[in-house]
């Protein structure tokens, strides 16, 4: 609850506002069976003309103008503050996750997150909405109901005050049961976005490969795991319900009963038991009020702990003084220092394919390497070899657990995060056209000029089929391109690498799609045109690093050889290996 309080803060004032309005729409509201009482029974039977009724029928009519006016306002303003409100968690929820770690971003998990955003954010905006409005009528209506029939009949009264205490004890305890059955609903909606987001991304395989019954089935099991312990939160926390009608009804009866005997005697009045009939029902919605908003409470606290959970991270990855970090050996571009890194060191979390209670072994172990400024640098090895982890740790989305990475002569702790990233040209693998135009994916919000990106596109060797549409750059493209061929989307993706004319330019698989003459295009313009770049190529293809300055063999996270394809023909069994495998495939 402390974090809807804290995002409340700024309306607080409008919402004391709206309390009071909500107050004074149910005041009056609670004023009418009382004037009816009154209407029934010293009205009409002194009477001796029609004005009196007719007046006090006018006040009845005026009392529910009002009580409509102010409870519709009231509410209106409530949605308002709710409305505002939820964006503000969101867009605090979404900046967050964009400055994570990745270490951070592993123990979240995106499913998790995309739920936090979407159902959880959801949760919240509807509790907020609702205690502005029920939050005061329900109470209001519950003890203001039971004050006035005290004052119209006590013996009746009591009746009330025997079931009301029983009845708000009963709604509290299922209350308080049900916060962490929620947080176990929220749990398994994680793991349903989960399920849903790898068959809908992967939804190309599983045809290709004739597997929708068992994706069904496994979407199918994540979907009855979380509706089996929504129906398990539902009915606990529907259990005050059914309760509560019980006891009203009982109550009510007790009434009907009791008045009927004592309108016989003559010790109270047709008019109070019609007034006390009244403020039962009333008295039944306020007490079901309460219990909605008590079943919303465990939700929206459920939901805002998980929240809170992702906002209150503290930013890992923040720049360091100069003189907190290390002094760089040289001034080369690039500079890996003894560096040693696992994605996870704490046993408690999964992170990358590594299960709990499972023996870790680096995935980089002593790393040393250094790229002068417009060099270039390949990267060659097996998969899981830890290629894609340089990237990480150059681009500092992690920081090593040993040694130190430099780029430009400074360490990168030293960077904030946009002067680092600044500096980079990526293509990551397995990368992301997003669903708008060619234009937009290729500027992606930075200073592109059209020329820029026109001459990206001709060394990216993706200007031919981009013009070829009648659009042009501004033809949309389809959600992660899916309106695009795996070489077209590799080469949309290397322009939007090579626009901003960047120091670094990185290149990880990403001219794996791509023929082996596109491939070879590709490497001369690149060569020709960002010389001044330094170039970092990860590959699985032998060809596309033959010609970098220096180049680096992975296996397992170790470095098992360095230097110039001539000197590691020489030098490494396994470069040789690769070459003559991959020469004579490509020979054949």
């Not at 009231?74 to 503000?88: I, P, T």
Request: net charge neutral; hydrophobic share 45%.
């Amino acid at each position: 609850m402390k974090l809807i309080l804290r995002y409340l803060r700024p309306y607080r004032l409008f919402i004391l506002l709206v309390m009071v309005i909500k107050l004074l729409g149910t005041g009056t509201d609670l004023l009418m069976p009382y004037v009816l009482e009154h209407l029934l029974d010293h009205v009409i039977p002194g009477a001796a003309d029609a004005w009196p009724v007719i007046a006090w029928s006018g006040v009845m009519f005026l009392l529910t103008l009002i009580t409509r006016i102010l409870n519709i306002t009231a509410n209106r303003m409530s949605v308002r503050v709710a409305r505002d409100s939820a964006f503000a968690i969101r867009r605090d929820l979404f900046h967050t996750a964009l400055n994570l770690s990745g270490r951070q971003m592993d123990q979240v998990g995106l499913p998790s997150l995309i739920s936090r955003m979407t159902s959880d954010t959801y949760n919240v905006q509807g509790f907020i909405r609702m205690i502005q409005t029920m939050g005061i009528r329900a109470p209001i209506m519950l003890l203001g109901g039971i004050a006035i029939t005290l004052t119209m009949d006590t013996g009746l009264a009591l009746i009330l005050c025997i079931t009301a205490p029983v009845m708000i004890v009963l709604v509290c305890f299922v209350s308080w049961k049900g916060i962490p059955m929620y947080n176990e609903v929220q749990r398994r909606m994680d793991l349903l976005v989960q399920r849903m987001r790898e068959s809908i991304t992967g939804i190309r395989v599983v045809k290709a490969l004739g597997k929708e019954s068992y994706e069904r089935r496994r979407y199918g099991e994540a979907n009855a795991g979380m509706t089996r312990q929504e129906i398990k939160a539902s009915v606990i926390m529907s259990l005050p319900g059914p309760i509560v009608t019980l006891f009203l009804n009982v109550g009510l009866t007790l009434v009907v009963l009791i008045g009927a005997r004592r309108v016989n005697g003559g010790q109270t009045e047709p008019g109070v038991i019609l007034a006390f009939l009244t403020y039962f029902n009333m008295i039944l919605m306020g007490v079901m009020g309460l219990n909605r908003i008590f079943m919303m409470m465990s939700k929206a606290n459920a939901s805002a702990n998980r929240i809170g959970e992702v906002i209150d991270l503290p930013e890992e990855l923040t720049p360091l003084a100069e003189e907190e970090t290390a002094k760089a050996p040289g001034d080369e571009a690039l500079i890996f220092d003894h560096v040693s890194f696992n994605y996870d060191e704490d046993p408690s979390v999964e992170a990358h394919g590594q299960f709990l209670g499972e023996e870790r072994q680096k995935c980089l172990d002593d790393i040393s390497f250094r790229v002068r400024k417009g060099g270039s640098l390949g990267i060659i090895g097996a998969t899981g070899s830890g290629k894609t982890s340089i990237i990480n740790l150059m681009m500092r989305f992690y920081d090593p657990q040993q040694g130190h990475v430099f780029v430009d002569g400074r360490d990168v702790r030293a960077y904030h995060r946009d002067e680092l990233h600044r500096k980079f040209g990526v293509v990551f693998q397995n990368d992301v056209i997003f669903a708008d135009t060619i234009r937009e994916n290729v500027v992606f919000g930075r200073d592109v000029s059209d020329e820029m990106m026109e001459r990206a596109a001709e060394d990216a060797m993706a200007s031919g089929f981009v013009e070829s549409r009648e659009e042009r750059y501004d033809h949309r493209a389809a959600i992660r391109g899916a309106n695009f061929s795996g070489g077209q989307k590799q080469r949309l993706l290397i322009t939007r690498a090579l626009a901003a004319q960047p120091e670094i330019l990185v290149l990880d698989d990403a001219s794996s799609a791509l023929d082996y003459r596109t491939d070879a295009k590709l490497r001369k313009a690149i060569r020709e045109n960002h010389g001044e770049a330094t170039t970092v190529v990860i590959a699985q293809r032998i060809s596309s690093v033959l010609s970098m300055d220096e180049i680096i063999v992975l296996q397992e996270g170790r470095m098992i050889g360095k230097g110039s394809h001539r000197e590691l023909m020489e030098s490494c069994a396994e470069y040789r290996e690769i070459y003559r495998t991959q020469m004579s495939e490509g020979q054949e």
